[in-house]
């Protein structure tokens, strides 16, 4: 039996056999985003879903520069003007970025330049830029944060099994499958359609991707030397830690194999995969 309650620009599929709900946005941060929740009744589903859907738009009012409204757009475009005092919880993710900015040895840089010239005040909790033309990019650390946070909200509804997806590159699978022992993810490669290159069985574990496709391609700058990365490559990271997964995975793939070998070092919990297309 199926069905569907509308939620914003969203909706959610209930289904009765297995007991599993579909939840799925068209377009939240540059991407789809999709859920499926797991052993739990039409009206906790709807109510977890709001939680959810809420907690996506609040976030993506927060950290996506491409919205003009956002805080971290404001700070782009006042910071060099003026220091900009910003709000507990984006103080706390800028540490944060630059906790790991220091761990990858400039290699995971939110500013694609100098994160130097990134002015932290922590006495007001001001930001500023010291060079003109600097911005804040928080692409490769928002989807794992997000995911870090609607975790929290599953936890909250004693939510065992679930998986989630942001547009095939940030994913994590809780729990299991209800017919196996895990969520099972296959990579696909994007220059030879309907070919997979690898697969992974996640069980509260992250996975993020990142590379170049036919469509997409350079997208991923190394900070130090402002060399697009190209090639058919992708890098896969998994990790128990989904926001860390999602660092990695744009660090990684930006770095050289001595940078690899060397940050790898730095985090020995991470299980990292490279497909050369």
């Given at each position: 039996?199926?069905?569907?309650?509308?939620?914003?620009?969203?909706?959610?599929?209930?289904?009765?056999?297995?007991?599993?709900?579909?939840?799925?946005?068209?377009?939240?941060m540059?991407?789809?985003?999709?859920?499926l929740?797991?052993?739990?009744?039409?009206e906790?589903?709807?109510?977890i879903?709001?939680?959810?859907?809420?907690?996506?738009?609040?976030?993506?009012?927060m950290?996506n520069?491409?919205?003009?409204?956002?805080?971290?757009?404001?700070?782009?475009?006042?910071?060099?003007?003026?220091?900009?005092?910003?709000?507990?919880?984006?103080?706390s993710?800028?540490?944060?970025?630059?906790?790991?900015?220091?761990k990858?040895?400039?290699?995971?840089?939110?500013?694609?330049?100098?994160?130097s010239?990134?002015?932290?005040?922590?006495?007001?909790?001001?930001?500023?830029?010291?060079?003109?033309?600097?911005?804040?990019?928080?692409?490769?650390?928002?989807?794992?944060y997000t995911?870090?946070?609607?975790?929290e909200?599953?936890?909250?509804y004693?939510?065992?099994?679930?998986?989630?997806?942001?547009g095939?590159?940030?994913?994590?699978?809780?729990?299991?499958?209800?017919?196996?022992?895990?969520?099972k993810?296959?990579?696909?490669?994007?220059?030879?359609?309907?070919?997979?290159?690898?697969?992974?069985?996640?069980?509260?574990?992250a996975?993020?991707?990142?590379?170049n496709?036919?469509d997409?391609?350079?997208?991923?700058?190394?900070?130090?030397?402002?060399?697009?990365?190209?090639?058919?490559?992708?890098?896969?990271?998994?990790?128990?830690?989904?926001?860390?997964?999602?660092?990695?995975?744009?660090?990684?793939?930006?770095?050289?194999?001595?940078?690899?070998?060397?940050?790898i070092?730095?985090?020995?919990?991470?299980?990292?995969?490279e497909?050369?297309?």
């Amino acid at each position: 039996m199926l069905r569907m309650n509308e939620i914003e620009s969203g909706y959610i599929y209930h289904y009765e056999s297995p007991i599993m709900s579909h939840g799925s946005l068209g377009h939240i941060m540059g991407t789809r985003f999709d859920i499926l929740i797991m052993d739990k009744s039409r009206e906790e589903t709807e109510s977890i879903w709001k939680r959810i859907v809420d907690e996506l738009m609040r976030l993506n009012k927060m950290l996506n520069r491409f919205d003009p409204e956002s805080e971290v757009a404001n700070v782009n475009r006042n910071a060099w003007i003026h220091p900009v005092k910003i709000d507990d919880e984006l103080w706390s993710i800028l540490l944060d970025c630059r906790k790991y900015y220091h761990k990858t040895c400039g290699m995971f840089d939110i500013t694609l330049r100098d994160f130097s010239a990134l002015a932290l005040s922590p006495l007001n909790k001001n930001v500023s830029f010291k060079q003109k033309g600097l911005y804040i990019d928080l692409g490769g650390y928002a989807k794992g944060y997000t995911l870090k946070r609607l975790l929290e909200i599953l936890h909250s509804y004693h939510v065992d099994n679930a998986f989630i997806d942001f547009g095939n590159s940030a994913i994590y699978g809780l729990g299991h499958h209800p017919y196996g022992d895990s969520w099972k993810v296959s990579i696909s490669n994007p220059y030879l359609k309907g070919v997979s290159v690898g697969e992974f069985k996640l069980t509260n574990t992250a996975l993020s991707t990142s590379g170049n496709t036919p469509d997409y391609c350079g997208h991923i700058v190394n900070p130090h030397s402002g060399e697009k990365k190209r090639g058919e490559i992708i890098i896969c990271i998994e990790s128990d830690d989904p926001l860390e997964a999602e660092v990695l995975s744009t660090t990684m793939m930006a770095s050289d194999h001595l940078q690899r070998e060397y940050i790898i070092n730095k985090f020995k919990s991470i299980k990292m995969k490279e497909f050369n297309l």
